[in-house]
């Protein structure tokens, strides 16, 4: 290459320009539902009072400093809410990983394509359903009176159960749900992974003499390293999050439950009947802030691990 092309500028091309408005109305999303509101933070630090529209609100409200922060820590609540985030989130990301790992393994075994598709199916389904739908076929199942699983109980002879009272059944029961819901979704992404590894190092394999288990573990796993690590940076980066859907509209909000189904975004919903919007904004700005935190300290503990597996 001469010296001349190699000072010589990238010219934009057609397909610059195409892929551009390609973008495009991503960008746009982004700007508007992600970035704009952004400007919002500011209500974090003021005593938000509504004197007419939102700017002429935002801007006559007075500053207040860090206040609308005490309200999260002062609460006598904020240990149990702090332990069932962060507890409910560290089993979410272990099962989140494994499970769909090992689904999408034994999916990827089948030798017959169309029942792979029906598994797929099967287990993508739930993941469309709205937790309010969810919560209606969680009653119909565990209400005291009418619920199939108290109904089956009585037919043996047993005594029904207070499911909605009894609160040494929902961790297991709220894990149980989280897996159910989210299983297909996280075995498909897993699964195109695995679809586009190179059959050849499969054939080379077989002909060496591998059986499918030492496959599994010398081609097809550590190719899927990267997927993985990425999957599991993302997810720690919103331990400090719950599923509002999960965790407020399955349990019913009943107060039986309080000290195993209350988390950080319950607690913030639970607080703006009674509380201010600058309250519930600086929850949301603190959440932020620590899942940003917790997620480049993964990316730089991965990243001294295996650079190559870094996010960024």
């Given at each position: 290459?001469?010296?001349?092309?190699?000072?010589?500028?990238?010219?934009?091309?057609?397909?610059?320009?195409?892929?551009?408005?390609?973008?495009?109305?991503?960008?746009?999303?982004?700007?508007?539902?992600?970035?704009?509101?952004?400007?919002?933070?500011?209500?974090?630090?003021?005593?938000?009072?509504?004197?007419?529209?939102?700017?002429?609100?935002?801007?006559?409200?007075?500053?207040?400093?860090?206040?609308?922060?005490?309200?999260?820590?002062?609460?006598?609540?904020?240990?149990?809410?702090?332990?069932?985030?962060?507890?409910?989130?560290?089993?979410?990301?272990?099962?989140?990983?494994?499970?769909?790992?090992?689904?999408?393994?034994?999916?990827?075994?089948?030798?017959?394509?169309?029942?792979?598709?029906?598994?797929?199916?099967?287990?993508?389904?739930?993941?469309?359903?709205?937790?309010?739908?969810?919560?209606?076929?969680?009653?119909?199942?565990?209400?005291?009176?009418?619920?199939?699983?108290?109904?089956?109980?009585?037919?043996?002879?047993?005594?029904?159960?207070?499911?909605?009272?009894?609160?040494?059944?929902?961790?297991?029961?709220?894990?149980?749900?989280?897996?159910?819901?989210?299983?297909?979704?996280?075995?498909?992404?897993?699964?195109?992974?695995?679809?586009?590894?190179?059959?050849?190092?499969?054939?080379?394999?077989?002909?060496?003499?591998?059986?499918?288990?030492?496959?599994?573990?010398?081609?097809?796993?550590?190719?899927?390293?990267?997927?993985?690590?990425?999957?599991?940076?993302?997810?720690?980066?919103?331990?400090?999050?719950?599923?509002?859907?999960?965790?407020?509209?399955?349990?019913?909000?009943?107060?039986?439950?309080?000290?195993?189904?209350?988390?950080?975004?319950?607690?913030?919903?639970?607080?703006?009947?009674?509380?201010?919007?600058?309250?519930?904004?600086?929850?949301?700005?603190?959440?932020?802030?620590?899942?940003?935190?917790t997620i480049l300290t993964a990316n730089a503990i991965v990243k001294k691990i295996d650079p190559e597996s870094a996010m960024i």
């Amino acid at each position: 290459m001469t010296e001349k092309n190699k000072n010589r500028k990238p010219r934009w091309s057609r397909d610059d320009t195409e892929l551009s408005i390609l973008a495009t109305p991503t960008v746009i999303w982004y700007l508007l539902f992600c970035f704009l509101p952004m400007f919002g933070i500011i209500i974090a630090f003021k005593e938000f009072k509504i004197h007419g529209g939102f700017l002429e609100s935002l801007f006559k409200s007075d500053w207040i400093g860090f206040r609308n922060f005490e309200f999260l820590f002062s609460s006598n609540d904020a240990f149990i809410i702090v332990r069932n985030t962060l507890l409910y989130n560290i089993v979410f990301i272990i099962l989140g990983i494994v499970l769909p790992v090992a689904t999408a393994l034994m999916v990827g075994q089948l030798h017959s394509k169309k029942m792979a598709k029906v598994y797929q199916t099967a287990m993508f389904m739930p993941y469309f359903l709205s937790w309010v739908v969810v919560a209606a076929l969680v009653w119909a199942f565990l209400s005291y009176d009418k619920g199939f699983v108290n109904g089956i109980i009585e037919s043996v002879g047993g005594t029904p159960i207070q499911w909605y009272m009894e609160k040494k059944y929902w961790p297991g029961l709220l894990i149980f749900m989280n897996v159910w819901k989210g299983l297909g979704y996280s075995m498909v992404v897993y699964l195109a992974t695995i679809t586009g590894i190179d059959s050849t190092y499969y054939e080379a394999a077989v002909i060496d003499g591998a059986t499918k288990w030492q496959q599994m573990r010398h081609i097809t796993i550590p190719l899927m390293k990267t997927v993985i690590i990425m999957m599991f940076i993302m997810s720690v980066g919103r331990i400090f999050y719950s599923d509002f859907g999960l965790f407020y509209q399955v349990p019913r909000d009943s107060n039986s439950l309080y000290t195993v189904t209350n988390t950080i975004d319950v607690f913030v919903f639970k607080q703006l009947k009674t509380s201010t919007p600058g309250m519930a904004s600086a929850a949301a700005f603190l959440q932020s802030v620590l899942g940003c935190i917790t997620i480049l300290t993964a990316n730089a503990i991965v990243k001294k691990i295996d650079p190559e597996s870094a996010m960024i």
